[in-house]
């Protein structure tokens, strides 16, 4: 097993950020320095390398991150092969059973390979509302054009990305999700795959590019239970159970949870050949894997530490999250970097979005309030269009003081929307809603500048009689002045999904290490994979999420059977 030691200023220092740093300040000043004190410059080069490398913006400015800490699988010691309890040997090999491992799973499975995946959580993880495809039988009819996602998910990523993974998520997420749909079929609870009407401003934030119609999701199944509908998130637990139902009906299948993946197996620069896990019992147990290993650990969300190291503090200082399980700690990730691979450079990009309450996201109560409200820091200052979709209005708000730890949703008592009195009372009790009779008095109440609020509200008012924001541009057709005599402000947060940086994958899901050739036999999927985001999470092109950890598991499993 090639190993280095993996820690923060180590990746730091490989990703050459004092190199870099030291030799530009040297040549910016070089040409200019007189002979007789080039030596005394020499010598300042490795202050200026200890400066560049020490200070707090290195990759960004530091911050704790306040986020959960889940349970941790890689090992980052080298494992005595006497420690090995067991060693089996399998063609595939999946490290982690979310949507991308399952996928990858069953592909592998129906291409006839022996198969284990494992996993560390008790039954999986899987928390999503839809998924992104191009050209799947259920969207015939629909006018999809695969050139203008393309461009979006480039353009998103401002071009910071390389295409072929891109390309192969456009060009055959249509017939994975065909395959997803016939794995379905198999089950016992009749799970459909069906198209999802978007609002027609959703690409292109909100109007450059026409809509791009590739959103498909569950809601027409009937099993779903009446809280999984299509947009709380939870449709994905449900159908990833009904996956696993069908895996059992594969002799050459074998899934085992309880089982994290603590290190991958490969020999100086040759080929991943296999992964050493941990079993239910507590002993070591080395998978041999002939065809290839399947990396589906997911994002590290669940880990403050890789938090604080890759990620823009910004991101996930004042945040909540949202998560139905901690298991996201990316050992995958780390399990890569350890054998060579390449990772996306940082800091990397944060699903976060708006709405986030204290705790986690505001329930439907508050839905309606807050699509109507303005938000406001703790100036009461406007500060983004608050009709954007979700991560660029989370991301304006990182960006105010204290990284958005004191912004607000003020609305009156005539864009309440579904938030009743009890709803009102609920959220007063928890220390979440403030009230006033006007805007003044409301500020005071919650600890903003009163006269920031009354200009703001005055102002914005205004723009109703002239027709036009002129601050933002936001869409008044679908808003309201504030005419109403109480005033109420609703603390808000954003609030992290997950993270989608990891690493770096061609178009056939390989991982490549830094010199940007393939690690034969090592493959990546869903947030544990990079090349696709760059600094941010495109909201506004639907289900890129999981549209592209179904596809790459399905390729990845796919590439690794046919060995080429």
């Given at each position: ?545 999981i549209g592209r950890a179904v596809t790459f598991g399905y390729v990845a499993a796919e590439h690794a059977m046919k060995g080429e």
């Amino acid at each position: 097993m090639e190993g280095t030691n993996v820690s923060r200023r180590d990746f730091l220092r490989g990703a050459g950020v004092v190199g870099a740093a030291a030799g530009a300040l040297v040549l910016a000043g070089g040409a200019q320095t007189p002979a007789a004190v080039a030596e005394e410059t020499e010598g300042a080069v490795p202050g200026i390398a200890k400066l560049a490398n020490e200070t707090a913006w290195i990759p960004v400015q530091k911050a704790a991150c306040p986020g959960p800490r889940g349970p941790i699988g890689f090992v980052a010691d080298a494992i005595p092969s006497d420690q090995i309890a067991t060693t089996e040997d399998h063609d595939i090999v999946v490290v982690g059973a979310g949507i991308g491992g399952l996928m990858a799973s069953l592909k592998a499975a129906d291409e006839g390979a022996d198969v284990v995946c494992i996993e560390k959580m008790t039954f999986g993880r899987a928390c999503f509302e839809a998924f992104g495809a191009v050209n799947a039988k259920c969207q015939e009819g629909l006018d999809i054009q695969p050139q203008l996602l393309l461009d979006e998910i480039y353009r998103s990523a401002y071009w910071r990305i390389r295409p072929e993974p891109v390309r192969t998520y456009v060009r055959r997420s249509g017939e994975v999700t065909d395959f997803w749909q016939a794995v379905l079929d198999k089950g016992s609870n009749g799970f459909t795959i069906s198209h999802v009407q978007e609002y027609p401003s959703t690409c292109g934030m909100p109007c450059l590019t026409d809509l791009i119609p590739t959103e498909l999701g569950f809601g027409d199944s009937p099993c779903l239970p009446p809280d999984a509908g299509i947009r709380p998130g939870y449709a994905g637990m449900y159908v990833c159970l009904e996956m696993q139902e069908v895996a059992s009906q594969y002799d050459n299948l074998d899934i085992r949870f309880e089982t994290p993946g603590v290190q991958l197996v490969r020999e100086g620069s040759g080929s991943v050949t296999g992964v050493i896990a941990r079993n239910a019992e507590g002993s070591y147990v080395k998978l041999n894997a002939r065809k290839g290993v399947i990396l589906a650990t997911g994002g590290y969300d669940a880990n403050p530490d890789l938090m604080e190291a890759w990620c823009r503090p910004e991101d996930y200082a004042s945040s909540s999250w949202w998560n139905p399980g901690w298991g996201t700690t990316g050992d995958g990730h780390l399990m890569g970097i350890q054998v060579g691979a390449q990772m996306d450079p940082c800091p990397q990009p944060v699903m976060n979005f708006r709405w986030g309450s204290p705790d986690s996201f505001y329930d439907s109560r508050a839905w309606g309030a807050i699509s109507i409200a303005i938000l406001v820091n703790g100036n009461g200052e406007r500060f983004v269009r608050e009709d954007l979709p979700f991560q660029p209005v989370s991301n304006a708000q990182n960006a105010q003081p204290d990284y958005g730890a004191n912004c607000w949703a003020v609305f009156d008592e005539t864009m309440m929307g579904g938030m009743d009195d009890a709803a009102v009372a609920d959220y007063k009790e928890r220390g979440w809603l403030f009230e006033g009779e006007t805007p003044e008095e409301l500020a005071t109440a919650c600890g903003m500048s009163p006269e920031g609020l009354s200009i703001t509200i005055g102002r914005y008012n205004g723009f109703f009689e002239k027709g036009v924001d002129e601050d933002f541009d936001r869409d008044l057709s679908a808003a309201i002045p504030f005419t109403g005599k109480r005033y109420f402000a609703l603390t808000t947060n954003s609030c992290v999904l997950a993270t989608v940086g990891g690493l770096t994958i061609d178009g056939n899901a390989q991982v490549l290490d830094t010199e940007n050739k393939p690690i034969g036999g090592l493959y990546a999927t869903g947030n544990v994979s990079g090349g696709f985001f760059a600094g941010n999470y495109p909201r506004h092109i639907p289900g890129t999420s999981i549209g592209r950890a179904v596809t790459f598991g399905y390729v990845a499993a796919e590439h690794a059977m046919k060995g080429e």
